[in-house]
């Protein structure tokens, strides 16, 4: 249920935020919002490195009818709790795979 006056995100606006701070915290540098939303195409994220120069990102989000069953079991199970993993972890499962 949205807050009032706070606006909803798209999953486009929470992929790209989830992206951003993976590779904020995995590469260890600056990444900032590029795509204002203008209008005007251009890529998602800037990638801001130790040496100045600047990397590009662009988020690709796949909603196919497999992908989204998955997301839905994933959500209606439960987890186990390890304390030794602290971080933020991304596992990526290919399709027919048995997890």
């Known amino acids: ?43 998602d994220l800037e990638i ?15 909603r196919d009818k497999s992908r989204m069953s998955l997301i839905a079991a994933v959500a209606k199970s439960s987890y186990t709790k390890y304390d030794k993993l602290t971080r933020l972890w991304v596992v990526q499962v290919t399709p027919g795979t048995v997890v």
Request: hydrophobic residues 30%.
């Open 1 to 43: 249920m949205p807050t009032k006056g706070v606006p909803r995100w798209s999953t486009k606006d929470v992929d790209e935020d989830l992206a951003r701070r993976v590779l904020r915290t995995a590469m260890r540098v600056p990444v900032t919002v590029h795509d204002d939303r203008s209008g005007n195409s251009k890529y």
């Open 48 to 62: 801001h490195y130790s040496d100045g120069q600047r990397g590009a990102a662009e988020v690709v989000s796949t």
